[in-house]
């Protein structure tokens, strides 16, 4: 999205209600306004405007996609999702208005949290994508009047769509790129959203279902947990190694990281649908339960005290070694230098939870967005098998049987194109303290597993012989 400095509508009234009052953003397919919106005995609101740009008004395509977002916007609400208030018209050109939400993109967040040394902590992380599932899980089950199922995928679950608020929550934003069963327009040689979070299956232009934004959200849940970016790089080799799905585990980057988080991370983040989380309810309930185990205090207030706290320190001199590592957080093709077990432990400890007492600067107003079609970004390439039935690694580290997806009723969700890829069987569960001496070894190459067994029977040989 790039900010813009004047447009020659501002102070206009659209629909005799909205008058804009200035530029926020301009994307690819649309602008978007800050406006004040007026009615009887002198009532007020500000809203946010988006309205799509004129060179796309006679595109029948671009205007259904557009047109569908205020859609299915108009079927949802959820304190984590940005609420959509009207759709309108102004000569011949369609706009939204929607809730004007202060707060920074998560992306945003993580970058000003390096810049000062205040990383987001752990707990806070935790807490905002548990917010986010719970969103997601909304829309995800979400079903109409007639108790259809609206089969809504967001497409596009990525850090600069999902706003933290002031008041320490989290909302999902931007459905410019969300299908629902109703949805009137989709092109199947185009493949919608940001290459470095998407699914697999969404990389290789397979069809989708609702298990792809879950995908999309564990690639979030890892990077702000553990402090480092996963899917970048030069953008040649970005769909290449999606494709491929092979992750890092946490603890391979963070040897202190907490075992069952990583699991539940690598449950979401499983190559194939079949193994991933089947509900976003369902990963917003792991990750409670996780916050809950290990002590961790998070929650909407105290993530409101640690943005006060963070102002609060961008106030003071910034050391310039971290305003380089900012820059390279945001950036997708820049090559990550971030090291957690040397010289980076800030990233390590949480700030206080007091509140600052300091002056700070007026929040800027950030909403929904149109992206402009994103280049594509890489994966972190590594030796480590990190997709082997997370399932049943959660179950079993808390002594439990896998749950089950809790039946509906009514009609299934039909994928958003045809012909689902073909089933995979799942690899045999491992219990979440596996040693990193045993995974190396689940990786080994054949020659290696055979020389062993040489070396082995050998041994016993001469131990006969003796």
């Known amino acids: 999205m790039t900010v813009v400095a004047a447009n020659p509508i501002v102070g206009k009234t659209l629909d005799g209600r909205y008058t804009l009052i200035r530029p926020l953003a ?12 007026s009615a009887l005995s002198g009532f007020e609101k500000p809203v946010v ?54 707060g ?48 809504v995928v967001h497409r596009d679950i990525s850090p600069t ?62 990077e702000i947990a553990v402090g480092k970016r996963l899917f ?24 202190d990281f907490p075992p069952s988080l990583e699991a539940i991370i690598l449950r979401a983040l499983e190559p194939h649908p079949e193994d991933r989380y089947q509900s976003a309810l369902e990963l917003a309930s792991d990750l409670e339960e996780f916050l809950r185990e290990t002590g961790l205090k998070s929650g909407p207030v105290r993530i409101a005290r ?29 090559d990550d230098v971030l090291d957690f077990d040397r010289s980076f432990a800030f990233l390590k400890d949480g700030p206080a939870l007091e509140p600052a007492r300091e002056a700070a600067p007026e929040p800027v107003p950030v909403n929904a967005k149109e992206e402009l079609p994103p280049p594509p970004s890489t994966v972190t390439s590594t030796d480590s098998q990190a997709t082997v039935s997370q399932a049943a690694r959660v179950a079993r580290g808390r002594g439990e049987a896998p749950r089950a997806l809790p039946e509906e009723g009514g009609r299934e969700c039909p994928p958003l194109t045809e012909g689902l890829p073909e089933s995979r069987t ?3 569960p491992v219990a979440i303290g596996q040693s990193l001496i045993d995974r190396r070894r689940a990786g080994a190459p054949w020659w290696l597993v055979i020389g062993l067994a040489l070396t082995t029977l050998l041994a016993l040989v001469l131990a006969l012989a003796r």
């Open 49 to 102: 405007i988006k309205r799509l740009k004129e060179r796309y008004r006679n595109d029948p395509q671009v205007v259904e996609m557009f047109l569908d977002e205020a859609r299915i916007g108009a079927q949802l609400n959820h304190p984590n999702i940005v609420h959509v208030y009207d759709v309108g018209e102004h000569e011949e050109i369609p706009f939204i208005a929607m809730e004007l939400i202060l």
């Open 161 to 222: 769509n999902l706003l933290v608020t002031q008041d320490g929550g989290l909302k999902i934003i931007d459905f410019g790129i969300a299908k629902s069963a109703k949805s009137s327009s989709y092109d199947d040689k185009i493949i919608p959203g940001k290459v470095n979070y998407m699914a697999p299956e969404q990389v290789r232009g397979e069809p989708v279902d609702h298990r792809a934004d879950l995908f999309s959200l564990g690639i979030v849940l890892y």
């Open 26 to 37: 301009s994307g690819g397919m649309a602008d978007i306004f800050l406006a004040q919106k």
């Open 104 to 151: 920074d993109e998560l992306s945003q967040l993580c970058k000003r949290g390096l810049e000062v040394g205040m990383f987001l902590p752990l707990g806070h992380a935790v807490d905002l994508i548990r917010q986010a599932a719970e969103g997601m899980g909304y829309f995800h089950s979400k079903r109409d009047e007639n108790d259809d199922p609206l089969c």
């Open 426 to 428: 799942p690899g045999p």
């Open 306 to 334: 640690y943005l006060d706290d963070l102002r609060a320190k961008e106030g003071g001199e910034r050391r310039p070694e971290l305003v380089i590592f900012a820059e390279s957080w945001v950036d997708d093709e820049a």
């Open 232 to 255: 970048k790089g030069r953008p040649e080799e970005v769909a290449h190694r999606v494709k491929q799905a092979k992750i890092k585990p946490p603890t391979f980057v963070r040897r």
